[in-house]
């Protein structure tokens, strides 16, 4: 029976041996249709992950902000004819902080097999780190731009953590993360504890988890490098 498969990708430039099952590989193999956010990309990470057919003969489909939602509806077509349809992300877990649930939700009101396979996901390495509260957590996404909403966010956020025992995780554009960090660390309770995990499975990997204050000396450098930020009492 032809299913949707999930296909986790790396979350950096590193050996896709170290993040990815070889299973990932042959499953990859069986597909000649993927959604994707970013082609070029898709195509990059496919010859990394070890896709052995012509790139040239595989059909890409876009799913991102800019795709007219109206051309989704024919995407899971290839599986009524008995064939596999791959969905990727443009880093990690499909589905996740990720446009693809809009087809796998697609392919739950179709009766259509879905396989989600293993991968890495920052989200969830930098939870199981941090030190922080792994039963009970949230993922909030991107904060607000303007410091008023910031700031109400954060409030709102330090009463789930205190009221509820629940960690709090949210990213932010790559170059606004040292401006992030240095407002978490002026704004948030002293005693509120703040991890950041940078550049997850990279050689530059960094996580440190410390109290908000304390990031306000000796911060690290963090523009422009994939992070993830959490936060907890």
């Known amino acids: 029976m032809a299913r949707l498969i999930l296909f986790p990708v790396p979350i950096g430039a590193t050996d896709p041996n170290t993040t990815l099952p070889s299973y990932n590989r042959e499953v990859l193999n069986t597909c000649r249709t993927f959604i994707v956010e970013n082609i070029r990309t898709a195509r990059r990470n496919l010859k990394t992950m ?9 059909t890409f489909l876009e799913l991102n902000e800019h795709t007219d939602t109206t051309e989704i509806a024919h ?20 589905c996740v902080a990720d446009p693809g649930s809009i087809i796998t ?12 396979l293993v991968g890495p996901s920052s989200i969830m390495l ?19 731009i303007d410091e008023r909403g910031r700031t109400a966010m954060l409030r709102t956020l330090e009463q789930h953590i205190h009221r509820d025992n629940q960690t709090q995780i949210f990213i932010e554009a790559p170059y606004r993360n040292d401006q992030l ?4 660390a002026l704004h948030l309770q002293p ?6 995990a940078c550049d997850l499975t990279l ?19 963090l523009h422009k490098r994939p992070t993830i930020f959490l936060i907890y009492k």
């Open 50 to 58: 070890g896709y052995t057919h012509p790139i040239d003969d595989v």
């Open 75 to 94: 995407y899971l077509d290839p599986i009524a004819q008995g064939e596999n349809v791959g969905l990727m992300s443009e880093a990690g877990l499909p």
């Open 105 to 116: 939700a697609m392919a739950q009101r179709s009766g259509i097999e879905i396989l989600p």
């Open 126 to 144: 930098a939870l199981m780190a941090s030190g922080f509260n792994g039963q009970n957590f949230a993922f909030n996404g991107y904060p607000p």
């Open 181 to 184: 960090l240095h407002f978490l």
């Open 191 to 196: 005693i509120t504890r703040i991890c950041v």
């Open 203 to 221: 050689p530059t990997q960094y996580i440190r988890t410390r109290m908000a204050r304390q990031w306000l000396h000796d911060p690290p450098e």
